[in-house]
């Protein structure tokens, strides 16, 4: 009993740091943080299915905006050997605290190198690798239009063929921001709505909801098609939703 209660107490003790953590950060750039609070047990989850879904296959997979690591742990244990796990993340603070995460994880203890975190933006990212999986945990409303298709199209350039991208969005911001956003700030997100939902028409395969998030959050999965059945690139045509 005291056991379990230390540990479920140390557990409360870094969810609040981080809860605390994310707040700092997003007050200094919402850009370099991505959110203003750690993903969820149960997002994390969901985010992770597709490697969860291809153990024990080694994989290759980089998880963009990990922030203080939640998803990260939620993919580590995933990680079968002979699978690389790249992290991004451009927060200079927060890719410290991912790289003590790498070298105190247990599941890591006989396999370090397995792991890697890039300090930079995605974009930035310089490798030849070429992922089987894309977990992205950057919130991409937070971002203009163009950064958005930079963004977009970096992640399916790094997809294998026949890869995925898994993503999450706040549900019942949409409407917040129309309230509280000026002008520009609504025709910006509106932008961006728009550039999502033409990359969700193109190359989703599977949307779910999970309500046990605070907030709650979608979860698209995007695929890559393979080279005999590429499709072209979506189209804007610059309608309003």
Same mark, same amino acid.
Not at 59 to 86: F, H, K, M, Y
Not at 145 to 151: G, K, L
């Given at each position: 009993m005291n056991d379990w209660t230390t540990s479920h107490d140390r557990v409360l003790a870094q969810r609040n740091a981080e809860g605390w953590m994310f707040l700092i950060e997003a007050a200094r750039d919402? *850009?370099?943080?991505? @959110?203003?609070?750690?993903?969820?047990?149960?997002? @994390?989850?969901?985010? /992770?299915?597709? %490697? $969860?879904?291809?153990?024990? *296959?080694?994989?290759?997979?980089?998880? &963009?905006?990990?922030?203080?690591?939640? %998803? /990260? $742990? @939620?993919?580590?244990?995933?990680?079968?050997?002979?699978?690389?796990?790249?992290?991004?993340?451009? =927060?200079?603070?927060?890719?410290? *605290?991912?790289?003590h995460l790498v070298i105190t994880h247990p599941h890591l203890a @006989?396999?370090?190198?397995?792991?890697? %975190?890039? !300090?930079?933006?995605?974009? !930035?990212?310089? #490798?030849? !690798?070429?992922?089987?999986?894309? %977990?992205?945990?950057?919130?991409?409303? =937070?971002? #203009?239009?163009?950064?958005?298709?930079?963004?977009?199209? *970096?992640?399916?350039?790094?997809?294998?063929?026949?890869? #995925?991208?898994?993503?999450? &969005?706040?549900?019942? #911001?949409?409407?917040?921001r129309a309230l509280a956003a000026s002008r520009a700030e609504a025709r910006r997100h509106a932008a961006v709505d728009e550039i999502m939902a033409a990359y969700q028409r193109t190359y989703a395969t599977g949307r779910w909801t999970v309500w046990a998030n605070l907030p709650p959050a979608c979860v698209w999965h995007l695929q890559r098609p393979l080279l005999s059945a590429e499709r072209p690139e979506p189209q804007f045509d610059g309608s309003r939703r």
């Open positions: 919402l *850009r370099t943080t991505g @959110a203003i609070a750690p993903s969820g047990t149960a997002l @994390a989850r969901a985010l /992770t299915d597709p %490697v $969860r879904a291809q153990a024990p *296959r080694p994989l290759a997979v980089l998880e &963009a905006g990990a922030g203080t690591g939640p %998803v /990260t $742990r @939620a993919l580590i244990p995933q990680l079968s050997r002979g699978s690389r796990l790249d992290i991004v993340e451009a =927060n200079p603070r927060f890719a410290a *605290r991912l790289r @006989a396999r370090p190198a397995q792991v890697t %975190v890039h !300090q930079t933006y995605v974009e !930035q990212l310089d #490798t030849d !690798q070429r992922y089987d999986v894309i %977990v992205s945990g950057l919130p991409l409303t =937070n971002f #203009t239009p163009v950064q958005v298709e930079r963004i977009m199209a *970096r992640y399916l350039e790094l997809l294998h063929p026949g890869g #995925t991208l898994t993503y999450f &969005a706040y549900l019942g #911001t949409r409407r917040a």
